[in-house]
């Protein structure tokens, strides 16, 4: 069990895909350009086996914001993509409604 102050460490925030790209020579992973408001960061998520980069673009999601950098194939990813996945594996988008500002923290 962890306790309530670990989950409010997390920045979750609401983001609006600008533009998503499949990144080459890769099987899942998609490069997102997400606007939060004051900020825009490029986020890799690895979803591209069941969503393509249009299916993205133009919709808001929630993102978790601090966390490390990392790179994925030579690109950096600065957040990740919140989505709910079944124990078999399938993916499903969360997504968020058109009134909730961008930026909007999640809690």
Known sequence: ???VEEFWKF???VGLVKDAEKIPRTRKLIKLVVD???E???IVTGI???YSP???KGKKFIFVLNLKPKKFSGVESQGML???ETEEGRVFLIPVPDEVPVGTKVW
């Open 54 to 56: 249009e299916d993205l």
């Open 40 to 42: 825009e960061r490029t």
């Open 82 to 84: 919140i989505v709910a």
């Open 1 to 3: 069990m962890y306790d």
């Open 36 to 38: 939060f408001g004051k």
């Open 11 to 13: 920045d979750m925030r």
């Open 48 to 50: 591209a086996d069941q």
